[in-house]
């Protein structure tokens, strides 16, 4: 049986608590992050990219996962000229691309 090793984006959102040094701003209590991230399946994208942030000091507390972009269109989504170039450069590099960051105040 060969598992299938081909490298997906999946696009997730992960909330973030706050922890000294996370460059977060001052007043923010959290935020969300929309993260491009590679893997063969949702499942390790996910790992990757909690993984990533905690590297770089940040504090994951929960991830929802998007799916891929074939995914996310079938589900009606637009996707924009910049979003598939990022999800592309996530996929050559196989990395953990932080899209956007939205912090949360009370």
């Known amino acids: ?45 996910v790992r990757e990219a909690v993984a990533i942030l905690k590297q770089a000091g940040m504090a994951p507390l929960d991830v929802t996962g998007h799916g891929t972009c074939e995914e996310r269109e079938a589900e009606g989504h637009e996707i924009d000229t910049e979003e598939r170039a990022l999800m592309a450069r996530a996929r050559d590099e196989n990395a953990v691309i932080v899209a956007q960051v939205t912090p949360f105040h009370d």
């Open 1 to 45: 049986m060969s598992r299938d090793t081909t490298q997906q984006v999946y696009t997730l959102v992960v909330e973030v608590g706050r922890k000294a040094g996370d460059g977060l701003p001052d007043a923010a209590t959290g935020a969300a992050l929309m993260v491009y991230a590679s893997g063969v399946d949702e499942a390790e994208a």
